[in-house]
Every structure is written in structure tokens, then in C-alpha cells.
């Protein structure tokens, strides 16, 4: 069974909209931020990526929210991942702590650009081996 990774997130209040709950447009921040700390703990980084021509990008975005983080509130953004293809499929959740309470989630698809072409990335199925499943 693959594993789900977790980074734990504090809301910094200028995140915050005028209402005091985070603006929804940094929770996609968070899910990139999340993707990112994966990548890292993986031994993957961007940098030596694109230096190899080697881009991972995001092709669709599809959020979901739920219920509003406000400021100074911890919570942790997981990660399943899928594999379909060509097209790795981040199952993503940001869950506030210590209630327990899901404030979002989504499906963040990402395909590689390798050398200026979809194509198939041997070095993240590598990379990300303990955390894929595999459809």
C-alpha cells in the first residue's frame, strides 16, 4: 500500500482576508508547498530539474472547499499520489488541527515536460515509488 505524506502548516495572518479567514487562493499555495516538500524529501529538486530540461507542470487544478482556516491556525496538508499514464494525479487535503475539521481538498494533475515534450519521467517513478498508486 502506498504511503500518504504530511507537512505540517501554520496560517500566517497576512493569508488572511479582510473577514480573517485564509483567502482561497493561497490554499492552492499550500497544496504547492506540500508537492514541493515531497519532491525535496524524494531527493528530487526543481532546480536540478529544469537544469536537466526535465519540467514538472501543473495541467488542472480541481479544489474543493470545505470550511475556512483563519489565522494562526495549524493544520496539515497530505498527499496521495496516482499514476495514470503520462499524468500523476496529487490527491491533496488540508486538514485544521487539532479538530480534525477537512478545509479543502484537490486534485492537482501534473505531467512532465521532458525536453519540451510529454513524456514519460522514469526518474519520479523512482522518486516517488513508496508513495504511487498505480491505476
Avoid at 500500500?1 to 499550500?30: P, W
Avoid at 526535465?54 to 482556516?69: A, G
Avoid at 494533475?109 to 519520479?124: G, M, R, T, W
Wanted: charged fraction near 25%; aromatic fraction near 10%.
Amino acid at each position: 500500500m502506498a504511503l500518504t505524506f504530511e507537512n505540517k502548516m501554520k496560517v500566517r495572518d497576512y493569508e488572511c482576508d479582510s473577514q480573517g479567514v485564509v483567502n482561497n487562493a493561497i490554499y492552492l499555495h499550500y497544496f504547492e508547498a506540500t508537492r514541493h516538500e515531497l519532491m525535496e524529501k524524494c531527493g528530487l529538486r526543481l532546480r536540478d530539474l529544469t537544469e536537466a530540461n526535465i519540467l514538472p507542470v501543473v495541467r488542472n487544478v480541481n479544489i474543493s472547499y470545505r470550511n475556512s482556516l483563519r489565522g494562526s491556525e495549524e493544520f496539515v496538508c497530505s498527499i496521495k499520489i496516482m499514476r495514470k499514464g503520462v499524468r500523476y494525479l496529487f490527491h491533496q487535503q488540508i486538514v485544521r488541527v487539532p479538530d480534525n475539521t477537512l478545509c479543502a481538498d484537490a486534485v492537482i494533475e501534473v505531467v512532465c515536460l521532458i525536453n519540451s515534450k510529454v513524456a514519460k519521467p522514469d526518474i519520479f517513478d523512482k522518486a516517488f515509488a513508496d508513495y504511487i498508486n498505480w491505476e
